[in-house]
Nanobody, 128 residues
Framework: QVQLVESGGGLVQAGGSLRLSCAAS????????MGWFRQAPGREREFVAA????????KYADSVKGRFTISRDNGANTAYLQMNSLKPEDTAVYFC?????????????????????WGQGTQVTVSS
């Protein structure tokens, strides 16, 4: 059973930065395709970024492109989301997600149903 635990959320002023981490256990991390999603109150869960098993291919939502960077360290069983130039509209609960055994590109992995495993989420609040 794959378990994902997010950390690194918090309160930050607009223009600031945060780095989220997603620690994985219960399998071979290098076999996981990883994604980050977020959900604001009253809104559907939305795709933020995805990274393939090797870290060599990434995809971003247009709303975060150029500000957020997804990465992974397979030796540390951890995925990251570096968030810079944060805006109040980035406020949400951020979730990491994993799918085992997928070795394709991140294109097509923007839908929540693509992923089998989810973390509990970490709150990010950006004040204006």
């Amino acid at each position: 059973q794959v378990q994902l635990v997010e950390s690194g959320g918090g309160l930050v002023q607009a223009g600031g930065s945060l780095r989220l981490s997603c620690a994985a256990s219960g399998g071979s991390f290098s076999n996981y395709h990883m994604g980050w999603f977020r959900q604001a109150p009253g809104r559907e869960r939305e795709f933020v970024a995805a990274i393939n098993w090797s870290g060599g291919s990434t995809k971003y939502a247009d709303s975060v492109k150029g500000r957020f960077t997804i990465s992974r360290d397979n030796g540390a069983n951890t995925a990251y989301l570096q968030m810079n130039s944060l805006k109040p509209e980035d406020t949400a609960v951020y979730f990491c997600a994993a799918r085992q055994g997928y070795y394709g590109t991140p294109s097509g992995s923007e839908a929540p149903y693509f992923y089998s495993y989810w973390g509990q989420g970490t709150q990010v609040t950006v004040s204006s």
